[in-house]
């Protein structure tokens, strides 16, 4: 049976407290009340992850990360928290890092679709292509609603040069999210590449239309 002292009692208040100035996207308040939970309880894993989630939101990654690695060293299961500090990882350049942290995240939770969608972009960065594909596969299996693992396998398979696979994978990513920016721009500009300049168009138009910057310097160099 767990002891439950006073001072935890007092943290998970606190911890609350932080949680819920999270729901209202005060940061620097959250901050605040998680950093009051550990002093209560310095073996709070979740105290320190949900404060990294914090720092993350106010742009402090290595803030973020060092939070993220308290969490890990007192709960060394604890698979958000490596999630986590491997997009911190990966917003600060430091690939191989992010790819060890999603990996590590897997290991623990094999169904875990997020972490093999960020493992996968990651993986494209450093030109892992084959990698990225698997990756995106993956989390496609895991949860065939998610639009963004279409979307980023598709950007895979252009990497690849698999262009019809790209198109099916862009028109997926379409019909389960139907104002995706980024996926009509992605498909146009494939469509174009395929010289079907009709189609493709109507996708930049698209793409422009749900709000994509890119796609008007793309439309007035084909019309």
Do not use: W
């Amino acid at each position: 049976m767990t002891h439950v002292t006073g001072n935890d009692q007092i943290a998970e208040v606190y911890f609350n407290r932080g949680s819920a100035k999270i729901d209202i996207l005060d940061y620097a308040g959250a901050i605040a009340e998680y950093t009051k939970a550990i002093e209560m309880n310095p073996q709070f894993a979740e105290a320190y992850h949900n404060r990294g989630l914090a720092k993350k939101n106010i742009f402090d990654n290595n803030g973020a990360i060092a939070d993220y690695s308290m969490a890990i060293n007192i709960d060394p299961d604890f698979a958000e928290a490596y999630y986590n500090r491997g997009t911190a990882k990966a917003a600060i350049q430091d690939h191989i890092g992010a790819i060890k942290d999603f990996t590590k995240a897997i290991e623990i939770n094999p169904d875990y679709g997020a972490a093999y969608t960020n493992r996968g972009i990651v993986r494209g960065k450093l030109q892992k292509y084959s990698g990225a594909l698997d990756d995106a596969t993956k989390a496609i299996e895991i949860n065939p609603k998610d639009s963004n693992a279409y979307y980023n396998r598709g950007r895979t398979n252009c990497h690849l040069d698999y262009y019809k696979e790209a198109i099916a994978d862009f028109t997926e990513a379409i019909r389960l999210n139907s104002k995706y920016a980024a996926a009509y721009f992605n498909r146009g500009v494939v469509k174009l590449i395929m010289d079907q300049k009709t189609g493709g168009l109507v996708d930049l138009y698209k793409a422009k239309y749900y709000g994509e910057d890119q796609a008007d310097a793309v439309i007035r160099k084909y019309c």
